[in-house]
Nanobody
Framework: QVQLVESGGGLVQAGDSLRVSCAVS????????MGWFRQASGKEREFVAA????????LYADSVKGRFTIFRDNAKNTVYLQMNFLKPEDMAVYYC???????????????WGQGTQVTVSA
């Protein structure tokens, strides 16, 4: 049974930093691309960042480039999203996902976590 469990969300102020994590079990972690997506209230779920199993060429949404960093620890089966200089528009539920393709497209990801809320106050 594949499980993706996010943690680390919370309430922060604009300009603060936060790191969210996603612990994965039930699959060969290093063989899967891991992605982070987010969904703000009333909006579509959107791509944030992705990293391949070999950590080659991470992908980022333009809105987070230079502020967010995705990285993974294959020994711990965990992927992280370090978020710096948070803005109110970053407020959303953040989901991690596992896919076979190094992609920004939501439908390329097979497994999803339950999400963790990130709230950014102005």
């Amino acid at each position: 049974q594949v499980q993706l469990v996010e943690s680390g969300g919370g309430l922060v102020q604009a300009g603060d930093s936060l790191r969210v994590s996603c612990a994965v079990s039930g699959l060969t972690f290093s063989s899967w691309t891991m992605g982070w997506f987010r969904q703000a209230s009333g909006k579509e779920r959107e791509f944030v960042a992705a990293i391949s199993g070999s950590e080659y060429s991470p992908l980022y949404a333009d809105s987070v480039k230079g502020r967010f960093t995705i990285f993974r620890d294959n020994a711990k089966n965990t992927v992280y999203l370090q978020m710096n200089f948070l803005k109110p528009e970053d407020m959303a539920v953040y989901y991690c996902a596992a896919g076979r393709w190094h992609s920004t497209l939501r439908d390329r990801y097979t497994y999803w976590g339950q999400g963790t809320q990130v709230t950014v106050s102005a």
